[in-house]
């Protein structure tokens, strides 16, 4: 036994010569990795869950004719892309598209413009405006379905608020939820009123993070208000800006609750998005047609991730530059 161990100590002193580490020195080694993917597992798990499966089994539903029977049976018959080009050849796909885009992009824009304002308003800190920023989040807190119903009674055309008042002034009735020409002007409104909350968390936290070092040096060279604004505050919060107009496109795009509420897509799918076509088609209609129904789903999907990818380009352009 002293022979072997001398061996070994003569054969760890030469040079070049490999000493193996001991086996607790291995497991101690490993022991960060097991516990990185210890930590790494429960994200992983949900990821999969609730992310990779539904979005498989979407998928799956669109390129098979999944009808009540078929889920019943477990039979559903392939169909490839026939759901997705009878989707694209419908009369009904251009009026959702040109709908959803003005719907999205009118939303986000004017939550954006009115977020912004009045994230600057507040961000001057003068008495009672914690009281009134918390009274914007109202909108915020209130659930959808309240908010929508509200909507609705105010737009009325007999007994909403919104036309006596325009009586007062001598206007006539309007018809906002039943007319083709205000359907979608209506529940744009609405859907911007509930947005304007959180764009206005987002930028007012955004503003907390300029140095006011730079405003002060601002005002010693004599810049206005206005030149502050646009010198300093708009070109420093363009990341916030940018990741807060991404959240508004996706989430708008997926807006079903205040539009099936107030208008159920009518007249005439005159306020008929992507988002209440696919609703309608499964479940609205009492005969649910699930495969079209998923066909357009993904098609927001689409529209969604390429916005994603958009922002991410523009934000790596923006770093490099």
Known sequence: MTSSRTDAI???GRPGAEVNPAPGHRRRRRSPQWTALAFLAPLVVYLLV???????????LSVHDYTPRAFVRGDPEFTGLKNYLDVLSDDTFL??????????LGSIAAQYALGLALAVFFHRNFRLSV???AMFLVPWLLPLIVSASTWSWML??????????LQAFGVGQINWLTSPDTSLLSVTVANIWLGIPF?????YAGLQNIPGDLYEAAGLDGANGWQRFWRITFP????VSAITLLLGLIYTLKVVDIIWIMTRGGPADASTTLAIWS??????????DFSPAAAVGNLLILIAFAAGLAHVHLQRKEERA
């Open 10 to 12: 003569a054969t760890a």
């Open 199 to 203: 764009n206005l968390v987002i930028l």
């Open 156 to 165: 009325n055309s007999e007994n909403g608020i919104v036309n006596s008042v």
């Open 279 to 288: 609703y309608r088609e499964a479940f609205g209609t009492g005969q649910p």
């Open 236 to 239: 420093l919060l363009r990341p």
């Open 131 to 133: 009281v009134l920023r």
């Open 95 to 104: 009026q959702a598209l040109r709908n959803t885009a003005l719907f999205t």
């Open 50 to 60: 609730f992310y990779a499966y539904p979005l498989y089994r979407n998928i799956e």
